[in-house]
């Protein structure tokens, strides 16, 4: 009796490892959205963050698309 119970504990054991270790499968339709989800999963680093927003905070802003401007859209 012993011996099973500790032979199903090892199993059980061996089993959850196994899910654990095994990383989920995912397809993506395009390599845009694979790289949105990776973004999504990444953490920049603080001292990365800061030196993109110095970068590229004196950038202009882009002009609205033309058929924005032409029905009125938000204003630059």
Known sequence: MKQRSKLEQ??????AEQHTQQPSVR???NTEELLRHDAAQTTVPPAIAQRLRKTTGDLPRPKPTWWKRLLGGTQP
């Open 10 to 15: 090892q199993q059980q054991q061996h089993a």
């Open 27 to 29: 397809e993506f339709a």
